[in-house]
T-cell receptor
Framework: EAQVTQNPRYLITVTGKKLTVTCSQN?????MSWYRQDPGLGLRQIYY???????DKGDVPEGYKVSRKEKRNFPLILESPSPNQTSLYFC??????????????FGEGSRLTVL | LAKTTQPISMDSYEGQEVNITCSHN???????ITWYQQFPSQGPRFIIQ???TKVTNEVASLFIPADRKSSTLSLPRVSLSDTAVYYC????????????FGTGTRLKVLA
């Protein structure tokens, strides 16, 4: 089954404790992206990656890092989480053929709480 | 980058047709318009996509006027299970892939 898998789905952590949210897709997609979703603000893009070793900032990259060492994986790293990073996070992917048209496949989300 | 504007919320009754309009005044020539549906605690799901005129699939229709500065998602005969948030997205052409989602339209279908 074609899917985008995120882990963990739920996480409660404390300020300053480094964490990584993993994202993996099995569709051989070139493009992957991370979003955060907050009440009243919709979906905001954090980082995206056009292919292996190619990443770029979205609209809200501060406080986050990403890496793309393999085509299928795109982990989101919070080096020193703060309470304002409490949010619902989504990973998405797309293949090159439909990338320009905006057809994205989303994971189920990771709800992160930073105390 | 095209910014989209949608109504914040809409209510409808079961069996009615629902039309949700999205404004995207600075859409680029090669941009497509895509609509997503999102249920609580789930990722957005692709509904329909179009470039101009009208597109129809098994769940919805998309109407795009000639100037492409707006688009209307039409959901025929909605049911309670159509209660969700609907997002309009303008495709990331013009050399960038910063897909900008708006705040979405929260549709509530009443019995």
């Amino acid at each position: 089954e074609a899917q985008v898998t995120q882990n963990p789905r739920y996480l409660i952590t404390v300020t300053g404790k480094k964490l990584t949210v993993t994202c993996s897709q099995n569709m051989n997609h070139e493009y992957m992206s991370w979003y955060r979703q907050d009440p009243g603000l919709g979906l905001r893009q954090i980082y995206y990656s056009m292919n292996v070793e190619v990443t770029d900032k979205g609209d809200v990259p501060e406080g986050y890092k990403v890496s793309r060492k393999e085509k299928r994986n795109f982990p989101l790293i919070l080096e020193s989480p703060s309470p304002n990073q409490t949010s619902l996070y989504f990973c998405a992917s797309s293949n090159q053929g439909t990338l320009n048209t905006g057809e994205l496949f989303f994971g189920e989300g990771s709800r992160l709480t930073v105390l | 980058l095209a910014k989209t504007t949608q109504p914040i919320s809409m209510d409808s009754y079961e069996g009615q047709e629902v039309n949700i309009t999205c404004s995207h005044n600075n859409i680029a020539t090669n941009d497509y318009i895509t609509w997503y549906q999102q249920f609580p605690s789930q990722g957005p799901r692709f509904i329909i996509q179009g470039y101009k005129t009208k597109v129809t699939n098994e769940v919805a229709s998309l109407f795009i006027p000639a100037d492409r500065k707006s688009s209307t998602l039409s959901l025929p005969r909605v049911s309670l299970s159509d209660t969700a948030v609907y997002y309009c997205l303008v495709g990331g052409t013009s050399g960038t892939y910063k897909y900008i989602f708006g705040t979405g339209t929260r549709l509530k279908v009443l019995a």
